[in-house]
């Protein structure tokens, strides 16, 4: 399904669009794909039993191109959505998705992997809550998914995900030290999460993104200045959901990080995370960030110079 | 062995190996969660793949968590397919 939309306010603040209204528009468009062809609404979604289930999401990955920064694309402008849904016997969906220009996005799938743009994917599992508060896998009925189309084999991200869950780490190798003090992240009634429920999928985008920040400017010695971290934009995150939060709690963020020159006038920024509540792991994270000096304050590359010299290319030193 | 057994096994066998490559045998005695501890993903990718495989739907009505033993879960599927 490709739908055209205007990026409003609504979606993005006052801002130019974002990773988190990013994934919100997919999963709009996504919940369309299931429920067409019907009268029933998302949450009329149900088990044989008759309660109500949702998508949980447990594996993410977007990928942007330089070229297509999410940042590029400002408020009202319009653009594709394009979205494709699969399913995995009744339990697993395959989401795919992409934006571009409109009329720039084909119907077909396999063409996406050819374009240069801006591209989500994530495995998700029909879920009940239960009355005590926990969560497990459910079977919606089988007059749900009839338009979505079936695949016969295991999805990518459900067997990635899977492996990441026994690993431990995204890209092995790659993990945080555990012993390093944690940046703290509050989980806040109303801007995280609704009293009394979990944070939405979108929303660990955002914890990720502060824990780097802070990581970044007050971890770190040297720190990184605030006019680099601004200039951050991503080009790439995945994410293996193992858990969730809810208001008021308290997430540890476990961060490591490291930098690469990507030419002469760029450097990426990769991190690892892991994200811990009570001891209990909720997640597994890492995003590629780019650095385009050009966009930054004027003798910015000095100060890019003497943190490259600091840190080199490995883990980033304590502070 | 059956059929469906057959099916049951080899795909417990392959959400099995992603933890322990090395394994080679599923018996119908082996527990689900004490023996080949299967968590509720597993569960559910398992729950999926025989749907797929035996082509119907099979766990409206009962929860893969309430199957103890990997025999339990192939009578199951067993009758269900018998019972059309």
């Known amino acids: 399904m490709i739908e055209t939309i205007e990026l409003t306010p609504a979606v993005t603040g006052l801002g130019n669009l974002h990773e988190p209204a990013l994934l919100a528009l997919v999963a709009d468009t996504h919940y369309r794909i299931i429920t067409q062809g019907g009268s029933a609404t998302p949450r009329e979604i149900t088990n044989k039993a008759g309660e109500p289930l949702y998508p949980s999401i447990f594996a993410l990955h977007v990928r942007v191109p330089p070229q297509r920064l999410l940042g590029s694309y400002e408020l009202w402008r319009r653009f594709d959505v394009g979205v494709d849904v699969r399913s995995f016997g009744r339990q697993f969906l395959d989401v795919n998705g992409v934006i571009g220009d409109v009329g720039e996005v084909p119907d077909v799938l396999d063409a996406w992997d050819n374009l240069v743009l801006p591209r989500v994917s994530w495995a998700g599992a029909w879920t009940l809550t239960r009355a005590d508060g926990e969560h497990e896998p459910s079977l919606p009925t089988t007059d749900f998914l009839g338009s979505v189309p079936r695949i016969a084999k295991v999805p990518t991200a459900l067997s990635l995900a899977r492996e990441v869950q026994l690993r431990r780490a995204i890209t092995p190798g790659f993990t945080p030290d555990m012993k390093r003090t944690p940046v703290r992240y509050q989980v806040a009634v109303g801007r995280d999460a609704s009293i009394g429920r979990q944070m939405m999928f979108s929303q660990f985008v955002v914890v990720c993104d502060t824990a780097e920040r802070t990581f970044l400017t007050q971890h770190v010695a040297p720190a990184f200045p605030a006019e680099i971290v601004d200039a951050l934009a991503t080009i790439e995150r995945r994410i293996v959901y193992v858990g969730n939060a809810r208001a008021d709690e308290t997430i540890d963020v476990h961060v490591t990080a490291r930098c690469e020159r990507s030419s002469p006038t760029s450097f990426v920024i990769a991190t690892a995370m892991e994200l811990v509540h009570a001891g209990r792991l909720l997640a597994l994270a890492e995003t590629r960030k780019l650095v385009a000096l050009s966009e930054t304050v004027s003798g910015v590359s000095r100060v890019v110079d003497q943190l490259f010299s600091a840190h080199g290319e490995g883990p980033l030193h304590s502070s | ?84």
């Open chain 2, 1 to 84: 062995m059956t059929p469906a057994a057959r099916v049951i096994t080899e795909a417990i066998l392959e959400v099995v190996r992603l933890r322990d490559p090395q394994a080679n045998e599923i018996r119908l005695d082996h527990e689900l969660v004490n023996d080949l501890a299967l968590g509720s993903l597993d569960l559910a990718e398992l729950a999926a793949t025989i749907e797929v495989r035996l082509d119907r739907p099979l766990f409206d009505d009962v929860a893969m968590n309430g199957f103890v033993t990997v025999g339990e879960l192939v009578e199951f599927c067993e009758q269900a397919q018998s019972a059309g």
